[in-house]
Nanobody
Framework: QVQLVESGGGLVQAGGSLRLSCAAS????????MGWYRQAPGKQRDMVAT???????NYADSVKGRFTISRDNAKNTVYLQMNSLKPEDTAVYYC?????????????WGQGTQVTVSS
């Protein structure tokens, strides 16, 4: 079995910072892309940032220059440093990982962590 466990969400004032972490555990051969997605009430889940196993990153336009995604392959962990937070960043943030087990790749999701930015 595989688990993705997120941490680091919370309540912050506009302009503040938060750092999210997501650790994958279980029977894992390797991890390809990892990423963060978010879903605000009444809206679809959108990509925030992704990172390949070779550390190539991709960001949504709305977070470029404010958020930084990184990963520690030895720890099977992905991070999201969020700076200059805005009220519109309020959402549930989900971690995603493309994990290879027994020769097959599959998408796994974390349980979600709430980020609330007050104005």
């Amino acid at each position: 079995q595989v688990q993705l466990v997120e941490s680091g969400g919370g309540l912050v004032q506009a302009g503040g910072s938060l750092r999210l972490s997501c650790a994958a555990s279980g029977s894992i051969f390797s991890i390809n892309d990892m990423g963060w997605y978010r879903q605000a009430p009444g809206k679809q889940r959108d990509m925030v940032a992704t990172i390949t196993s070779g550390a190539t990153t991709n960001y949504a336009d709305s977070v470029k220059g404010r958020f930084t995604i990184s990963r520690d392959n030895a720890k099977n962990t992905v991070y999201l440093q969020m700076n200059s937070l805005k009220p519109e960043d309020t959402a549930v943030y989900y971690c995603n990982a493309q994990i290879v087990r027994w020769g097959r790749e599959r998408d796994y999701w974390g349980q979600g962590t709430q980020v609330t930015v007050s104005s």
